[in-house]
Structures are given as structure tokens and as C-alpha cells.
């Protein structure tokens, strides 16, 4: 059984990512996007989303969409983001007289932010009431009526 709902060649198809990317620099992402998601919507929902026949297809092709969503958001500052040994890259020139140019800070996390903010549109419908897999379990004290004594 998968550890998420997609792999990185659905996030491939889905979202025409470079070859040149290479697999490892999703595996983190797909880690935190499907434990994000599964608190979102409960062990119960996603689990049957995971299974290889779910109960309910539409919400399971849902929610394998909303994980993308959620691994965009959790991968792009990595993958935007060009370090060499003089510092973080803006522009670079490559191969002769190709420039590239990456996002600015500001536009990685205003992007960053869509990806999120569509993850939970789209996941919407299923989530626990709050978005959040719901309070802990509490212990309660023990009923003590008057002229009961308690043994330690």
C-alpha cells in the first residue's frame, strides 16, 4: 500500500514538472502533504481514499487532488529556491546566453499560499469539522460522592 494518496508521477502529470527535477526533492513534501491531509479529513475518510477500492471514488479522485495541491505548496520553496556557493540565485545565465530567472521570495510564498489555500478548497467538503483531527482523548477523575474515601 502506498504511504500517500499520489506519487510523484501523478505530480508530474498533473502539474507538467521537468524531468530534471528529480523524485527526492518530493519525498518530503509528499510525506508532509499526505499527514497534513489525513488530519484534515480523519484516518477513516483517507484511509478508504488509500485503499484500492474506496468506498466513495469521486471524494478518494478529490482528495488525491487536494494532496497534490498540498505537495506543490510543501515542495515549491525548495524547488525555487537555487543555492550556489556565492549565495541564493535571482538570475543566472546557463548554456551560453539563456538567463534564468527565479521567483522572488515574495512571489515563492504567494505562490506557496495558492497551493495551500486550493489544497483546502478542494479537501473542503470531507474535513473533520474544523480542519483539525479533533481533541485529545481525556482522562476523566473519578466520580467521588461525599464520605467516599480514596485509597492510594
Keep these: 500500500m502506498p504511504d500517500g494518496l499520489i506519487t510523484v508521477d501523478d505530480l508530474r502529470e498533473i502539474f507538467d514538472i521537468d ?24 484516518d477513516e475518510i483517507y484511509d478508504d481514499a488509500l485503499s484500492q477500492q474506496p468506498d466513495d471514488l469521486d471524494r478518494a479522485e478529490v482528495l488525491e487532488n487536494a494532496e497534490a495541491h498540498l505537495v506543490m505548496g510543501f515542495a515549491i ?18 548554456e551560453g546566453n539563456v538567463t534564468i530567472t527565479y521567483h522572488s521570495p515574495s512571489e515563492i510564498i504567494a505562490l506557496q499560499q495558492e497551493f495551500m489555500d486550493t489544497a483546502e478548497m478542494i479537501a473542503r467538503p470531507y474535513m473533520l469539522s474544523n480542519g483539525t483531527p479533533g481533541p485529545p482523548e481525556s482522562v476523566q477523575a473519578p466520580d467521588i460522592t461525599e464520605g467516599a474515601s480514596i485509597q492510594c
Design 77 to 94: 520553496v525548495g524547488i525555487n529556491t537555487a543555492l550556489r556557493p556565492t549565495g541564493v540565485v535571482r538570475t543566472e545565465k546557463v
Design 19 to 42: 524531468e530534471q527535477i528529480k523524485d527526492p526533492r518530493f519525498s518530503r513534501a509528499l510525506s508532509a502533504a499526505s499527514l497534513r491531509l489525513r488530519q484534515w479529513v480523519g
